[in-house]
T-cell receptor
Framework: GQQVMQIPQYQHVQEGEDFTTYCNSS?????IQWYKQRPGGHPVFLIQ?????EVKKQKRLTFQFGEAKKNSSLHITATQTTDVGTYFC??????????FGSGTRLSIRP | DAGVIQSPRHEVTEMGQEVTLRCKPI?????LFWYRQTMMRGLELLIY????????DSGMPEDRFSAKMPNASFSTLKIQPSEPRDSAVYFC????????????FGPGTRLTVL
């Protein structure tokens, strides 16, 4: 069945360092969404990517959708303590399937 | 807008008991999703509805789980009988259109089955 793999599972960085999480789907996706979940909270929508090769930026966050629409990445430049949390991708297929990646938990040393 | 409302926020029950989780989506949203989150299995989609109709229930673990959406403003997720392995945080989310619009998550129900 369709799978969305997300790596790494955990990432511990020094404040100010960069951070990247990757999602890879076993099938071509219609679009992909990214969510952030703070500890003890609920997932909150960050962005949606639809087009092949699309790149979107939100301040220090850069989101990419692969040319084949099977992979995506989220890159945070110069992490801050407010970036702590778990980042999820959610892949949508044309078969009305929605699959969340396993998430990458980001922790930061001040 | 109050956002997605879930009740109860916490539920502690004993094995074998029936558990009903409730969700009120954001008014005007067409799609509703039920998720389960555990440390071991992460965030799993259990079922989602479009216009009150179940579209994909392949994530429902087994016959002990059932979900209904009798109208556009209310949904339930029922577990009968409950088991300790059902302990998790259950999230409800709603969106304008599944696969196109962002999902808005509720605060979750933390279920503990003893």
């Amino acid at each position: 069945g369709q799978q969305v793999m997300q790596i790494p599972q955990y990432q511990h960085v020094q404040e100010g360092e960069d951070f990247t999480t990757y999602c890879n789907s076993s099938t071509t996706l219609s679009n992909i969404q990214w969510y952030k979940q703070r500890p003890g909270g609920h997932p909150v929508f960050l962005i949606q990517l639809v087009k092949s090769g699309e790149v979107k930026k939100q301040k220090r966050l850069t989101f990419q959708f692969g040319e084949a629409k099977k992979n995506s990445s989220l890159h945070i430049t110069a992490t801050q303590t407010t970036d702590v949390g778990t980042y999820f991708c959610a892949g949508y297929s044309s078969a009305s399937k929605i699959i969340f990646g396993s998430g990458t938990r980001l922790s930061i040393r001040p | 807008d109050a956002g997605v409302i879930q009740s109860p926020r916490h539920e502690v029950t004993e094995m074998g008991q029936e558990v009903t989780l409730r969700c009120k989506p954001i008014s005007g949203h067409n799609s509703l999703f039920w998720y389960r989150q555990t440390m071991m299995r992460g965030l799993e989609l259990l079922i989602y509805f479009n216009n009150n109709v179940p579209i994909d229930d392949s994530g429902m673990p087994e016959d002990r789980f059932s979900a209904k959406m009798p109208n556009a403003s209310f949904s339930t997720l029922k577990i009968q009988p409950s088991e300790p392995r059902d302990s998790a945080v259950y999230f409800c989310a709603s969106s304008g259109l599944a696969g196109v619009s962002e999902q808005f998550f509720g605060p979750g129900t933390r279920l503990t089955v003893l």
